[in-house]
């Protein structure tokens, strides 16, 4: 029996939707600089959006292949959550790419690195450490690469929906085998790709800037809001009885790899932060100092959210969730995974616009922009509910389905 | 004694159906579900754990104050320091790595404790095949009044076991 979308989640995601649209018009007319002319608030907010979501969607296509790969047996009933949570990446890379290609156009500044201009020497605009990096920012390379994550990421899901299906219908292992090594190879590509895709499509807008645990941190942001949406929506599942065979146990297991990763990505942050502190190079540690202090003596106007989203995403869930009973309590969990989903929005946004909105015409997150970001979470849990409604919600012949349902911690 | 663990799970199911109560099981390894059947209380180690990961943090956090702030202030990096709150990142490492020292061996010795494991206590299992290939259910009379000891080795002798001691102890 397929899972039916009930009609209140279907309005409610077309609700945020419609403010996100909303949000969206008002943003765009909002404008900024000195006559409103230019827009780019309201563009690098596009792509904090269009990154913290494809993000959930790679999380989810990694966790995926995670269970895959070391042959896990207890996430075997609800792996259809991951793909359904994946079925976004092609929205989502489409609009990334789509932002990407605006910028090369010259249509905004997100990525200063996009102007042709910085590498002609002896020209005005001639910047010699940006233009060290010429090679790597090369049309043709950068394109390259581009097409690469989206073609990959895109096929690889596909073949992965497309196997599950099958063994539906099929049964046997001989599915489950080549899932088993196609999931190893795309784990080997996704190690490299998700560092350089935070490197091309985030870390490149501070151009100057460069730090080697961007890519994990950025990666491990992804799996932890990957977590949370699983685990808040096979609750959900589980209450409306759609999954009779989900117990604590599993609840409690996915509850620990909300816990965990919240861990691992303050645990990065932390590390890239200190190791920059500590050193204290001037190229490296402009990247804080803008999100710390003004330049004048004062507090930067990014300090604030920043403070407050590290509490969350690691004091919180830390203090709270460590607890045995904690990670059994639906309540707690769905509590305190919505603020930490919440605290890691505003983490992409820190990554996001500091390095594209001069720091005096920035007053703090305004309304709209937590607008944009309910608009696309619509989007977002529409396409998931979509892809959970096409095919039956429990895979019926996943080897390990017995070995799930008697999952016991 | 048992030889497998799963015919010493259905015995000790079947005991305590019986209104038995079950003094100890020893075995090789830990006995999947055996823990609620036989009544043994959830472990409060987890509880031990963070109470010794806060002594280790005040400690780390104290120590490192005393020595390179207060008694002698040190000048590593370029980062002198006069005080904790401004120098913090540079001693969360430390803090963090003695918090899990602290953790983990306040946690190893109190289980050891605990179960009288210590290095140098005396064993106390009864039979040593129980640490090689073998599964003891150990039943004390004197836990159960209800029971004479005729009526205990006969509910004994209707599970599927190998072996049957009766001890007297003192």
């Given amino acids: ?409 | 004694m048992y030889d497998d663990e799963q015919k010493l799970l259905a015995a000790a199911k079947e005991l305590v159906h019986q209104g038995i109560r079950v003094k100890d099981v020893f075995s090789p390894f830990p006995i999947h579900g055996l823990d609620p059947i036989i009544g043994v209380k959830r472990t409060r180690l987890a509880i031990a754990s963070f109470m010794y990961a806060t002594g280790g943090t005040t400690l780390a956090l104290l120590g490192m104050w005393y020595f390179m702030i207060h008694d002698w202030p040190m000048n590593i990096g370029g980062k002198p320091s006069f005080s904790l709150i401004q120098n913090l990142p540079a001693f969360v490492p430390v803090t963090f790595e003695f918090s899990v020292f602290c953790a983990a061996h306040g946690m190893a010795i109190t289980y050891m404790i605990r179960n009288k494991t210590l290095p140098g206590m005396p064993a106390c299992n009864p039979d040593p095949r129980t640490t090689d290939d073998k599964f003891v259910l150990e039943i004390a009379a004197s836990q159960n009044h209800d029971h004479d000891v005729e009526n205990l080795e006969a509910a004994l002798k209707q599970t599927d076991l190998m072996e049957l001691s009766i001890k007297e102890l003192a």
């Fill in chain 1, 1 to 409: 029996m397929n899972f039916v979308i009930p009609g209140k989640v279907k309005t409610l995601s077309f609700v945020l939707m419609a403010i996100g649209v909303i949000a969206m018009v008002w943003g765009f007319l909002q404008g900024d600089g000195e006559h409103g002319e230019h827009h780019q608030r309201w563009w690098s907010n596009m792509l904090v959006n269009g990154f913290y979501f494809v993000a959930i969607s790679l999380g989810a296509l990694f966790f995926y292949t995670l269970q895959y790969a070391a042959e896990v047996g207890w996430s075997a009933q609800f792996k259809r959550i991951f793909e359904a949570m994946f079925s976004y990446l092609p929205i989502g890379l489409v609009i990334v790419l789509v932002l990407l290609i605006t910028g090369r156009l010259g249509m905004h500044h997100t990525w200063h690195w996009m102007d042709q201009s910085l590498y002609v020497e002896g020209g005005e605009n001639y910047d010699k450490i940006i233009a060290g990096k010429g090679a790597y920012f090369s049309d043709a390379f950068f394109w390259l690469r581009t097409v690469i994550y989206v073609g990959l990421f895109i096929w690889f899901a596909n073949w992965f929906r497309k196997k599950s299906l099958l063994e539906d219908k099929e049964g046997g292992t001989e599915l489950h085998v080549k899932q088993f090594k196609r999931s190893a190879i795309f784990l080997v590509c996704f190690a490299v790709f998700s560092s350089t895709l935070a490197w091309d499509w985030l870390m490149s807008i501070d151009t100057h800037w460069f730090s080697t645990m961007y890519g994990w941190y950025v990666f491990s942001g992804m799996w932890v809001t990957c977590m949370i949406f699983a685990t808040i929506l096979t609750l959900w599942l589980r209450k409306r009885g759609h999954l009779p065979h989900i117990n604590d146990s599993h609840v409690h297991d996915l509850t620990k790899w909300m816990f965990a990763i919240s861990m691992l990505w303050a645990y990065l942050w932390f590390c890239q932060f200190m190791l920059i502190w500590y050193a204290n190079i001037p190229e490296e540690v402009q990247y804080y100092t803008t999100r710390f202090f003004d330049g004048h003596g004062g507090l930067s106007p990014y300090l604030f959210p920043l403070v407050m989203m590290f509490f969350i995403n690691f004091a919180l869930p830390f203090y709270i969730l460590i607890a045995r009973d904690a990670k059994r309590n639906s309540n707690l969990i769905v509590g305190v995974g919505l603020l930490i989903f919440c605290a890691h929005f505003v983490d992409v946004y820190l990554l996001v616009i500091p390095g594209t909105i001069h720091m005096e015409q920035y007053h703090g997150i305004e309304f709209w922009e937590w607008g944009m970001f309910a608009g696309f979470f619509g989007l977002f849990l529409l396409v998931v509910m979509k892809a959970l409604s096409k095919a039956p919600l429990i895979p019926t012949n996943h080897p390990f389905l017995e070995e799930s349902e008697h999952h016991e911690i």
